[in-house]
């Protein structure tokens, strides 16, 4: 078994900076440019004050109050003809701006055409629910307060979709630790088999970057049935991996790793 580290507090030391490669932005063209736009631009200015506007990559994006969220998506819908909500969610600003930037995707089938709508909210602030418009917004929304803690005001059932009830943290935050923090280190074993347990049993080990294959600790030992803690035989031959049971299933190709090929050529 590997050694622990403690991860205590892992989460308020935030390890985000600006080292990564940043993508140069997509060329952007004028709203007046797409005649579509331009009329549905002209409508939605009418009625609300918009921020920011732009066409990209054949649609056209749109900044509004947050406060605004709700009558905007009400009016694509009823008068532009934006009728479906095919996504929503949010990007983590925290490090640089203090909050969220969060999205909603809609799309006209009669227009063929797509409106992105863009609000930022801080990160302690909330957001109406648009659940009420479009059903689809129901289990997006409670995906956005799950992974990233945005609260939706008016949302039927706000809770967590895919993390548990008790979970803490935020899981697609960028400060939120790749391998989990102190809590989700000790999260099963403590609901399985009680805090006393922790000493017999050890942390739960969440670097999915490291498989052994012949750890007899944690029964990664693919192709051999061995006893807990026995130690490995160097001399052993090798088993090949093949992910699927004695017989194969109808109709599937079972996994030979003897048969694949490894491809280095990643434009392919």
Request: proline residues 5%; glycine residues 6%; contains cysteine.
């Amino acid at each position: 078994m590997r050694p622990y580290t403690p991860k205590d507090d892992v989460q308020k030391k935030s390890y985000y900076t600006d080292r990564y490669w940043v993508a140069p932005q997509v060329p952007k063209s004028d709203v007046s440019e797409d005649a579509v736009f331009a009329a549905d631009h002209a409508a939605l200015r009418a009625h609300f004050e918009i921020l920011e506007d732009y066409i990209q990559r054949g649609q056209m994006v749109i900044y509004i109050h947050p406060k605004d969220n709700y009558a905007v998506l009400e009016f694509l819908r009823d008068h532009c003809g934006y009728t479906q909500l095919s996504e929503l969610s949010a990007i983590d600003w925290i490090a640089q701006r203090g909050g969220f930037e969060v999205f909603y995707q809609m799309l006209s089938m009669t227009k063929k055409k797509r409106i992105r709508v863009k609000c930022f909210i801080g990160e302690h602030e909330a957001i109406n629910s648009v659940e009420k418009l479009f059903r689809s917004a129901d289990w997006s929304e409670r995906e956005m307060y799950d992974m990233f803690g945005i609260k939706v005001n008016n949302h039927p059932f706000m809770k967590r979709i895919l993390m548990p009830d008790d979970w803490e943290g935020f899981p697609l935050r960028k400060t939120y630790p790749l391998q989990g923090d102190e809590f989700a280190a000790w999260y099963e074993v403590d609901r399985i088999f009680g805090k006393e347990a922790r000493d017999i049993i050890g942390p739960e080990i969440r670097d999915t970057a490291r498989v052994d294959r012949y750890d007899t600790e944690r029964f990664a030992q693919l192709g051999h049935e061995v006893p807990k803690g026995s130690t490995f035989d160097p001399n052993q031959p090798k088993t090949p991996l093949a992910y699927q049971e004695e017989g194969g299933v109808f109709l599937i190709e079972g996994f030979d790793e003897t048969k694949s090929k490894i491809i280095s050529d990643r434009k392919r």
